[in-house]
């Protein structure tokens, strides 16, 4: 397992001529080096070439949409021993939570406001051709002919795997997901199709010294799906809660977005934080800090309250 996948990633590392120090991120599916001079080395811990394959497609699909900034694109897919490593292009600037303490205030303004713009060209992306639901082909991947069948299907498939533990911390944690796929069932029963990230927050964004977004990351399998757009606003609110550099932005990211989508977001917002609570709650397994914000939120009686009326 674990000490077979280092050894190959020694290997791969060498081959390439890559030092450790050049390992830019890892994350729960892979490890990112720096690679010559514009390009990224991603090793997978997990994956397989149809998964791969069809996140290029999703890619490069994306990549045709005339995005104001870049997005991720696997240029090349290789394989040492079972474990896949891909190339990519490398983006300008750091993630917007490395970077972000350099800006004046009036910088960070604008480009949180940048931020929450971006996603409506996200949203813009063409993908009627696609059922609801994941595009790429993951081991996890569930689609619909309906929003909502995708919605209830996806909480069943990540609570089931850690549900004697938020049957524990979950105060009447069966009846609250009874609940939920109800509301879901009717509050989501006429979304259109749109490309979502899925994954949508500071840390998936790459900015430059100058204040400008460069870059989205992570089109992923697992969470990029298609879906209703409202679930990318959201998650773009609601994840600055998890830094204390940008939660201050909570409320005038809310005030534009019932601006610009109604003031019936702002139901959407409570309706997605519990989907997201759901969803990732299967983080009991690898980031306990998420899995606790995970259940904070599912004990929280008044959202309960909110999101039933």
Not at 76 to 101: A, H, P, V
Request: charged content about 30%.
């Amino acid at each position: 397992g674990m000490v077979n996948f280092e050894k190959n990633k020694e290997h791969i590392l060498k081959s390439l001529k890559i030092s450790e120090d050049s390992l830019l991120g890892k994350g729960v599916e892979s490890y990112i080096y720096a690679y010559g001079s514009n390009q990224v080395l991603r090793i997978l811990k997990q994956g397989s070439i149809d998964y791969l394959k069809s996140l290029r497609e999703l890619q490069l699909l994306i990549s045709k949409s005339n995005f104001s900034v870049k997005t991720p694109l696997i240029t090349k897919i290789d394989e040492l021993n079972g474990i896949f490593y891909t190339f990519e292009e490398r983006f300008d600037g750091q993630n917007l939570s490395k970077i972000f303490k350099l800006f004046t205030d009036e910088e960070k303004k604008k480009i949180m406001l940048d931020y929450f713009d971006l996603l409506r060209e996200i949203a813009n992306v063409d993908i009627r051709k696609f059922d609801f639901g994941q595009i790429a082909k993951t081991r996890d991947k569930i689609s619909c002919n309906k929003w909502s069948d995708f919605v209830c299907k996806k909480v069943e498939q990540k609570t089931s795997q850690v549900a004697q533990r938020l049957q524990k911390d979950v105060i009447d944690f069966k009846g609250k997901l009874k609940v939920f796929n109800k509301l879901a069932s009717t509050k989501l029963d006429s979304v259109e199709k749109s490309l979502v990230h899925g994954d949508y927050f500071y840390d998936n964004v790459m900015a430059n010294e100058n204040a400008k977004i460069t870059g989205i990351l992570d089109f992923s399998g697992w969470t990029t799906v298609v879906g209703d757009f409202r679930l990318d606003v959201s998650g773009a609110i609601i994840f600055l809660e998890h830094s204390q550099f940008f939660v201050n932005y909570q409320k005038p990211l809310t005030e534009i977005a019932k601006g610009r989508y109604g003031e019936d977001i702002e139901y959407y917002i409570d309706f997605y934080r519990l989907y997201y609570s759901l969803f990732l709650s299967d983080s009991y397994l690898y980031l306990r800090p998420l899995y606790d914000w995970c259940v904070e939120n599912l004990n929280n009686k008044e959202l309960w309250k909110r999101v039933q009326q």
